[in-house]
């Protein structure tokens, strides 16, 4: 599944449905994605072994990041880049997230 959807431009279907279970490569899946239905994949099981990229440069990064975050990534083997384009506003954002709820 590695770039599937890279650099689409109107692509805002829904992939809640799809049976990923077997999937070891969403490497670039979403890159530089304009437009992806974020609900659609939040549900997904991210026990894929490669996602570097996933998100990177698309514009539902920010939500993307703070979905998938909240999966099993231990169970990831590389998350290189994946989300590589976030501003750095993203990323206190998460990191004050996640620093509150561990008070």
């Known amino acids: ?10 692509f805002n279907q829904d992939l809640s449905k799809w049976n990923i279970e077997k999937c070891k490569n969403m490497y ?3 890159y530089g ?4 239905n974020i609900d659609s994949v939040k549900n997904w099981d991210l026990s894929v072994k490669n996602t570097d990229s996933m998100f990177n440069g698309g ?12 999966k099993r990534t231990q169970l990831l083997k590389t998350t290189r880049d994946v989300f590589r384009d976030l501003t750095s506003s993203d ?3 998460l990191t004050i997230k996640t620093f509150l709820r561990k008070l």
């Open 91 to 93: 990323v206190a954002t």
């Open 1 to 10: 599944m590695g770039a599937m959807f890279a650099g689409a431009e109107s």
């Open 28 to 30: 670039g899946m979403f």
């Open 33 to 36: 994605a304009k437009k992806f």
């Open 59 to 70: 514009e539902n990064g920010e939500e993307a990041m703070e979905e998938y975050k909240n």
